[in-house]
């Protein structure tokens, strides 16, 4: 079996707003590009944020749920720690990407 080893590792921090994460998710799964991960890391356990990262999330990706709501910053950090990517990019849940942002960056 080979390991996806991805150049850019997103990682995005979530709690309690799955209509957002839904839309930031989709920013990124828009793009053109493949040579990335997502790594999302929720701090609650809102059955309709489990639901989106079912079906939304590809199986390169990570879905991190942190039993205690820690903040943003500690979840941030949990995503950083277990990225594979070359370079670490950070999306919060009420924020999207352009069409063209992955595409820029892996340039």
């Not at 999306?91 to 063209?100: E, H, I, M």
Request: include cysteine; proline fraction near 4%; charged fraction near 25%.
């Amino acid at each position: 079996m080979k390991t996806f080893m991805p150049l850019l590792s997103i990682v995005v921090v979530t709690h309690n707003r799955s209509k957002l994460l839904k839309r930031a998710l989709t920013s990124i799964l828009e793009c053109k590009e493949e040579n990335f991960e997502i790594i999302l890391c929720s701090d609650d356990s809102c059955p309709k944020t489990i639901e989106v990262a079912k079906t939304m999330l590809r199986s390169q990706d990570s879905f991190i749920r942190i039993p205690a709501m820690r903040g943003p910053a500690e979840s941030r950090n949990i995503g950083a720690k277990i990225s594979r990517g070359k370079w670490i990019v950070f999306l919060d849940d009420d924020d999207t990407f352009s069409n063209q942002y992955i595409s820029n960056l892996l340039k």
